[in-house]
């Protein structure tokens, strides 16, 4: 808990000292929230809450909220839809601060019932002091206090918080940022949210010293304005990526069954994107890339890539690609294709930008030792980006595992003295193989603090991107992050 | 070898009786090109060319190509640019039809002298009849007569031809293909293009009836109106994919060093594709997404998708994603959301399009034998996509593999009883666990014809692609490509 935001009326969403679970299931240890809870070592009491069991996996259970004798901070809300009113009731009378509704059923289901439902919880709620996470959402994962909404989420914290809409798409980032070693403070799957909103929770991160970057699922709220308030404050703090979902007509269609937000027009979100400075994201991969960037790369200088691979055609496609992504692939300097030649003996590989390695893995190995430093101090470039095809370089049907292993140490043995900011697009093609050896080289290098890509075009436009939000800061003051 | 093209001139660069290697390495059994021939099983005659070895991989070696008692039909340049004149000149006394000058050091080093060297071996190669591929390339890949340049080729034959400007590419999109079940009739990477070049190998392919579907790398042709011409040939009777690599000012300038192609002006480009109804591609996995829709969907009716897989959120995005490509995502009709409900019988997942399947890989599985078939008979919609998240709905800590496989058999299952196209994208996140069962997923589903994507974004706009190709054809008459 961090010293600012301790006093913030919203810290008792991830830090509860007690949680209810009203309608845990008989045996749920492991597919039910208590079971998640125990397993990932929350810190709190639990309460059970079932009329008809009297133990669950361990702990007494209650025939109603009313009737533990503690205080309960928490409540989460695991019964049918139309039991939730009165649970509401039950968690105020009890004195819940938070009330977390898991359950779905409601205006998403389009019915006028359902919407009816929904708004009468909205107004216990209100009128009651209680602060409504959701309904049909995930609800909290919080490593600092062992929250969590599935049992596989890693317990190791990070500087990441994520404010979704969409519990399946915290899964999908959690899963893609463990990949690539990337954890997070504070995950937020918030869905209908009938009162606490987008907003709340921005508001509450813009001050978290446990949250440097932010992520955000969007789509819609019923409070832009306040939205982009809240966006605002937080980018003068630390950056925000925003995945807008619903935003095309069939995607807003979509969200009509999901979350039923008012998804607004495209105008409007340009506009929301245009005044906030905040970074647009199309899809989860892009969030998980935009993150690694902030947070692996020293803000470039310029827009100038010098590459390097083996591969005449790869180099010629990854500079197409880049200049597509507004960044440009220049020539070297003299001076460095002096340099560069004098180390590179093969006939017929350039050494011009791009530049190649020289034959296999070994090849590899011997230009990032030896040539990488060259190309730093090339004056013509201001990134570099690197990339490696195991499959190309290596072949199929040996062990690749200590020559690829011997690349992926000699590009971190070379990366802490790099000036300029580099970045690798591992490829692999799929064969089994070349996969494992490239999840085990992504595993080392992003340890490492590198940002590793899967191919040239999710590099690009998220370094793109990246440097748009860099050079949005006119006055400098935004931090290096680079604390990965 | 076909029919039709028995009697081409070009027959004998994929069908030579006899390869003779000038510059044969004392001991390539592993590396060079005796050893790739050998291992791969060349079914004609080996001559390794080396005045100072006997024997070379246990094949008699002889001082000089002249030397050589037999008939030679194919000769291998592997020797210093600068020895490239004289041994041209001995391949013609020889009587060689076709000559792979796979060194390099020609115009690509960007020096006067080279480019001289490369004008001269072109004359020459003219003035003898010789019919010269490279320099500067990898040359001929063909199953059939077990050709290859790589000892990792696949010996199975395909119907699909590569016409590539690059190596390094012609390996990435065989890697590429060959983890999606896809295999190749010819590949040909010609490097600098003297003498042979796209066209030389389109009017080939045109007619060449072991080739289906084609893709191109190419970076630049002196030959444009003549490559227009044999692309509009080819178009008359199989679809052609081209990748234009050098299409920006970054790309144009690694071309340069590369093959040192005139690259054209990106209107020149605009035109060709504009006038011979190529299908552009950007990446070379978009090449791959592109093949495999070519050979593995039925021409949908529409560009109207129905959705499927579990997670509102995914839903949405995935939604935005297909309209961003020109596709849309409507509604289903009641009557199929009427029969929807019947079957899905949790709360709060959605029975619209796109649509949910129950919790886990049982869930999906369920879907699949009973969900699918009432999606294939909805009105409003044209293209089935399948979205499977292994690590969302099966979480990272169990054993996957029986749900998995449960899963994929499923759909394969479904799949033949389909009257609409079916695609599946998979997502992994990139957890060993996780991946592994998606690349089996991947090998059982693509074995059984049904193409798989990696992400929304490439299978939604491989499938746009592949409609506007069906959709240029008016008269009707394009084959219906589903034999892979």
Redesign the interface.
């Known amino acids: 808990m961090s010293a600012v935001s301790i006093h913030h009326p919203l810290e008792g969403l991830f830090h509860p000292r007690s949680i209810a679970i009203i309608g845990a299931s008989k045996s749920d240890r492991d597919t039910g929230w208590v079971g998640r809870l125990l397993s990932s070592g929350y810190k709190g009491k639990i309460y059970p809450v079932n009329p008809n069991a009297k133990e669950i996996d361990g702990l007494k259970a209650y025939p109603n909220i009313r009737d533990i004798p503690g205080v309960v901070e928490y409540a989460i809300l695991n019964i ?2 139309h039991l939730t009113p009165q649970a509401i009731l039950d968690c105020a009378a009890k004195g819940v601060k938070f009330v977390h509704c898991f ?3 409601f205006s ?3 019915t006028k019932k359902a919407s009816r439902l929904e708004a009468r919880i909205a107004q216990i709620a209100r009128d009651r002091g209680i602060r409504l996470l959701g309904p ?1 959402c995930m609800g909290i994962y919080c490593p600092a206090s062992r929250m969590t909404f ?3 989420f890693p317990q190791k914290r990070g500087p990441v918080a994520f404010v ?6 915290a ?2 980032l959690l ?2 940022a ?3 070693n990337i954890y997070f403070s504070k995950v937020i799957s918030y869905g209908n949210a009938i009162d606490l909103d987008a907003p709340d929770f921005l508001e509450y991160l813009a001050d978290d010293e446990d949250t440097k970057i932010i992520a955000c ?1 969007i ?1 819609g709220s019923r409070q832009v304005a306040r939205l982009t308030s809240a966006v605002k404050k937080c980018l003068q703090k630390k950056p925000v990526v925003v ?1 807008k ?7 807003a ?7 039923a937000s008012p998804t607004g027009s495209k105008a409007s979100w340009d506009n929301f994107f245009k005044k906030t400075g905040a970074i647009s994201a ?4 892009e969030v998980a890339d935009i993150i690694q960037t902030l947070s692996r790369i020293k803000p470039p200088k310029g827009r100038r890539v010098a ?1 390097v691979g ?15 992504a507004s ?5 070297f300097s003299n001076n460095t294709r002096k340099r560069l030649s004098q180390i590179i003996s093969e ?4 050494t ?3 530049v190649e390695t020289m034959t296999g893995m070994s090849g590899a190995v011997d230009f990032y030792l030896r040539g990488l430093s060259i190309v730093d101090e090339d004056t013509e470039t201001d990134i570099i980006l690197v990339q490696i ?1 195991i ?2 370089y290596g ?3 040996t062990d690749l595992t200590p020559e690829v292993r011997d690349a992926a140490y000699a590009l971190c043995a070379t990366a802490d003295s790099l000036k300029k900011p580099l970045a690798v697009v591992l ?1 692999t ?4 193989k ?3 050896e490239a ?1 085990i080289t ?1 595993r080392i290098l992003t340890k490492a603090g590198i940002p590793v890509y899967s ?3 999710s590099a690009s436009q998220a370094i793109s991107k990246v440097i748009d939000y860099y050079g949005n800061d006119s006055g400098k003051t935004k931090t290096r992050f680079n604390y990965l």
Chains 1, 2 share one sequence.
């Open positions: 049918p839809a359950t779905a059923g998403e289901t389009g049909n599935n049992a596989d979704s809409q969409s519990g399946t798409e899964m999908r899963f893609l463990h990949d690539i699922y789509e995945l979902g619903g935003s095309t007509r069939s995607g269609g979509a969200v009509a069954f999901h979350t199309n899809t989860m991969d590459l083996r591969g005449g055609g790869i180099g010629v496609i990854a500079a197409d690609i880049c200049e597509r960044l440009e692939v220049p020539s006939v017929g590989i350039s011009q930008n791009p095809a499959d190309i072949g199929r049907n490829f093609g799929g064969h089994p070349a996969t494992k999840l992504r191919g040239v075009e």
